[in-house]
């Protein structure tokens, strides 16, 4: 099956600090979500993107398909951003979402 | 609008027991989703569900757990009889097909 590979596992940064947060997977897909697990264990949809480049305020992400990544980028950390971030891909002619290993970040006052 | 509704949020049982968790999705949604993580790990897709109809459910160990979604709408997961490495979260997600999925808060299971 596909496998998706997230980098890096571990994150620990300072709050007002910037962070890419990448995603790589080993197949064509038709789908790719970005999710954000607050400490509760609530998954937040931050994107769907599965090409392009998209903003939500301190946060963007860009997926390059035909390189099979993505990337997540956050500005301007606080410490609310504190969590685990997945991605998830469908693959092409497969309904099936797969989540990805996870970075967990943390973000210090 | 409503977000995704799942019950219980916690449960505690003795491996060997049965239980059940419901999931509402949002509405409209016809593909709903159940997914397993365990502690430190990434949501692990059980089973798919498009209206009433299952799409995937390789990943689903039917000896002991079954799903259903009557009349496309709600869905029951259930486990019998637990088992100690069943001890998870059980998430629920709906999304229009191939588009944004939405998680429910997750149903908490702890088996001793």
């Known amino acids: 099956g596909i496998q998706v590979e997230q980098s890096p596992p571990d994150l620990i940064l300072q709050e007002g600090a910037n962070s890419t947060l990448r995603c790589n997977f080993s197949d064509s897909v038709n789908n790719l979500q970005w999710f954000h697990q607050n400490p509760w264990g609530q998954l937040i949809n931050l994107f769907y993107i599965p090409s392009g480049t998209k903003q939500n305020g301190r946060l963007s992400a860009t997926t390059v398909a035909t390189e099979r990544y993505s990337l997540l980028y956050i500005s301007s950390s606080q410490t609310t951003d504190s969590g685990v971030y997945f991605c998830a891909v469908e693959l092409l002619g497969n309904e099936k979402l797969t989540f990805g290993t996870g970075t967990r970040l943390t973000i210090i006052p | 609008e409503a977000g995704v509704a799942q019950s219980p949020r916690y449960k505690i049982i003795e491996k060997r027991q049965s239980v059940a968790f419901w999931c509402n999705p949002i509405s409209g949604h016809a593909t709903l989703y159940w997914y397993q993580q365990i502690l430190g790990q990434g949501p692990k897709l059980l089973i798919q569900?498009?209206?009433?109809?299952?799409?995937?459910d390789s990943q689903l160990p039917k000896d002991r757990f079954s799903a259903e979604r009557l009349k496309g709408v709600d869905s029951t997961l259930k486990i019998q009889p637990a088992k100690l490495e069943d001890s998870a979260v059980y998430l629920c997600?709906?999304?229009?097909?191939?588009?944004?999925?939405?998680f429910g808060e997750g149903s908490w299971l702890t088996v001793v």
């Open positions: 569900f498009q209206n009433n109809g299952v799409v995937d």
């Open positions: 997600a709906s999304s229009f097909p191939g588009n944004t999925i939405y």
